[in-house]
T-cell receptor
């Protein structure tokens, strides 16, 4: 089992729709979760971080975390063609106490928003 | 610096050669990470430093790979006897610290060094 799993896609949604991206992780002690966006040929850039169970909203983006189910998701409302990119889920793993841990990435989900 | 700087941006080498990739993190960031990304895959963890010491090098694929950060700032990833399978984009990232305090451990990536081994 991979430490962080995502559907590779591609996920295609029409402009204006909601895009839903999902991620599961295996390390039960993980405390920090991130969504990065990566445009083709570019490096990953952070779009959301979440640390507590529940929802966290930032503009058109909502991250959802369920530690009991070891599940993280990202919702993109009113999807735009400029949202077309690969979305990477990342989980801080191997944490001991309040220190340490490496960020483990899933393989990414390619999102395509069609005008 | 203002961002994470990586050099060279592109490196083409021949099988068996030695390669060094350099990373200059954001000023004041104590944690530095190296990842490798192949086409269609997510970044694969290699090693991370807290200060000068390697806190976790469990991702280095074999003993041909080595990384240093002698003064706690700039880091160099060294690859000996390169193989075609080493071809990838090598990403460096830094964060304020490795502390799990929200915000402190957010990674900022450099533009990457694309390595091609012929």
């Amino acid at each position: 089992q991979k430490e962080v799993e995502q559907n590779s896609g591609p996920l295609s949604v029409p402009e204006g729709a909601i895009a839903s991206l999902n991620c599961t992780y295996s390390d039960r002690v993980s405390q920090s979760f991130f969504w990065y966006r990566q445009y083709s040929g570019k490096s990953p850039e952070l779009i959301m971080s979440i640390y507590s169970n529940g929802d966290k909203e930032d503009g058109r983006f909502t991250a959802q975390l369920n530690k009991a189910s070891q599940y993280v998701s990202l919702l993109i409302r009113d999807s735009q063609p400029s949202d077309s990119a690969t979305y990477l889920c990342a989980v801080r793993s191997g944490v001991r106490g309040n220190q340490g841990g490496k960020l483990i990435f899933g393989q990414g989900t390619e999102l395509s928003v069609k005008p | 610096g203002a961002g994470v700087s990586q050099t060279p941006s592109n490196k083409v080498t021949e099988k068996g050669k030695y390669v060094e990739l350099r990373c200059d993190p954001i000023s004041g960031h104590t944690a530095l990470y190296w990842y490798r990304q192949s086409l269609g895959q997510g970044p694969e963890f290699l090693i991370y430093f807290q200060g000068t010491g390697a806190a976790d090098d469990s991702g280095l694929p074999n003993d041909r790979f080595f990384a240093v950060r002698p003064e706690g700032s700039v880091s160099t990833l060294k690859i000996q006897r390169t193989e075609r399978g080493d071809s990838a984009v090598y990403l460096c990232a830094s964060s304020l610290s490795r502390d799990s305090t929200p915000g402190a451990n957010v990674l900022t990536f450099g533009a990457g060094s694309r390595l091609t081994v012929l």
